[in-house]
C-alpha cells in the first residue's frame, strides 16, 4: 500500500558530499517519523537519522556534525545531506518511514525502501 523509492546514491571521494532522498506514495493519511539506516558488508544494519513530523530529529553519533536530515512534508519526502564522508560510512542506506495510512485509524505500519548503494572509497 506503501512504497518507498531512495535516490541519489552513488561513489563519492573520501571527504566528499552527497545527497540521498526518499520519496514515499500510496495509501498515506500521515507519516509519523521517516528515517535513514545504512548496513555494510559483514555488519549490523543501524540507524542514521530519523525525523518527526514536527521536525525532532535524531542521529548516531558517527554522523553528528556531518549529516543533516531533513523532510518535505507535502511531498512525502525525506533527504539525508552528507558532507566530510569518510570510507565507514560505505553501505546500503534504507529509508524507512512509519505510516498511518487512514484517517480513521491511528494505527502505524512500517514500510522500507529497497536501498540505495553508498561507497566512499578512501
Known amino acids: 500500500q506503501v512504497q518507498l523509492v531512495e535516490s541519489g546514491g552513488g561513489l563519492v571521494q573520501a571527504g566528499g558530499s552527497l545527497t540521498l532522498s526518499c520519496a514515499a506514495s500510496?495509501?498515506?493519511?500521515?507519516?509519523?517519523?521517516m528515517g535513514w539506516y545504512r548496513q555494510a558488508p559483514g555488519k549490523e544494519r543501524e540507524l542514521v537519522a530519523s525525523i518527526r513530523t514536527g521536525g525532532t530529529t535524531n542521529y548516531s553519533d558517527s554522523v553528528k556534525g556531518r549529516f543533516t536530515i531533513s523532510r518535505d512534508n507535502a511531498k512525502n519526502t525525506v533527504y539525508l545531506q552528507m558532507i566530510s564522508l569518510k570510507s565507514e560510512d560505505t553501505g546500503v542506506y534504507y529509508c524507512n518511514a512509519e505510516v498511518i495510512t487512514r484517517w480513521w485509524q491511528d494505527t502505524s505500519y512500517t514500510y522500507w525502501g529497497q536501498g540505495t548503494q553508498v561507497t566512499v572509497s578512501s
Open positions: 500510496g495509501s498515506i493519511f500521515r507519516i509519523n517519523v
